[in-house]
């Protein structure tokens, strides 16, 4: 059974604080994504990665940045944390063709 | 306007009943679509999945998709309370590819005893 975990469920930073979010998953999947989740807005993508060291912007990277070092391994950057950025972070996998993406359980972060 | 429009809800039903939850989209790209179940505190699973028009069932859960009218449907029936989720759909214009997705903002459903 695929597992994607995210390191933390809550967070709280204040503005302007540097944030990382991280993401793992089990199953050699080649391709991460980061969303965040608002109410009324839905599921936004802010960045995806299908290989190592790679990156690509999705709808809304304005504020973000990402890593994947490794494999198995995404991490979701603030570089300087606003209050419009608290939101649910959701980091999901997926491997190649048709496969379905599999979601993390979230991290709630608040920024004050 | 959005691209995927989706009645927030909440959508309050007893135990038992018929469900039916929508969607409503413009771009008439898209021919996959997706329903995803979110759990309170939990991430979105995907419930069903589907190419082009028609239907799917799959147990008590059925997908339907009108193109003509760029609509989209998920009925379930004889519903119980672990129904209880927000449901999101989902659509993209290519398979294989998370990254084109775009989603509903999610109907909240209560299924009461």
């Known amino acids: 059974d695929v597992k994607v975990t995210q390191s933390s469920r809550y967070l709280v930073k204040r503005t302007g604080e540097k944030v990382f979010l991280e993401c793992v998953q089990d199953?050699?999947?080649?391709?991460m994504f980061w969303y965040r989740q608002d109410p009324g807005l839905g599921l936004r993508l802010i960045y995806f990665?299908?290989?190592?060291?790679?990156?690509e912007k999705g709808d809304i990277p304005e504020g973000y940045s990402v890593s994947r070092e490794k494999k198995e391994r995404f991490s979701l950057i603030l570089e300087s944390a606003s209050t419009n950025q608290t939101s649910m972070y959701l980091c999901a996998s997926t491997g190649q063709g048709n496969s379905p993406l599999h979601f993390g359980n979230g991290t709630r972060l608040t920024v004050t | 306007q959005k691209e995927v429009e989706q009645d927030p809800g909440p959508l309050s039903v007893p135990e038992g009943a018929i469900v039916s939850l929508n969607c409503t989209y413009s771009?008439?790209?898209?021919?996959?679509f997706m329903w995803y179940r979110q759990y309170s505190r939990k991430g979105p699973e995907l419930l069903m999945y589907?190419?082009?028009?028609g239907n799917k069932e799959d147990g008590r859960f059925t997908a339907q998709v009108d193109k003509s009218s760029k609509y989209i449907s998920l009925f379930i029936r004889d519903s119980q309370p672990s129904d209880s989720a927000t449901y999101l759909c989902?659509?993209?214009?290519?398979?294989?590819?998370?990254?084109?997705?775009?989603f509903g903002t999610g109907t909240r459903l209560q299924v009461t005893l």
């Open positions: 771009n008439s790209a898209f021919q996959y």
């Open positions: 989902a659509m993209s214009p290519l398979t294989g590819t998370a990254s084109k997705l775009t």
């Open positions: 990665s299908y290989d190592v060291k790679m990156k």
């Open positions: 199953m050699d999947h080649e391709n």
């Open positions: 589907t190419y082009s028009s």
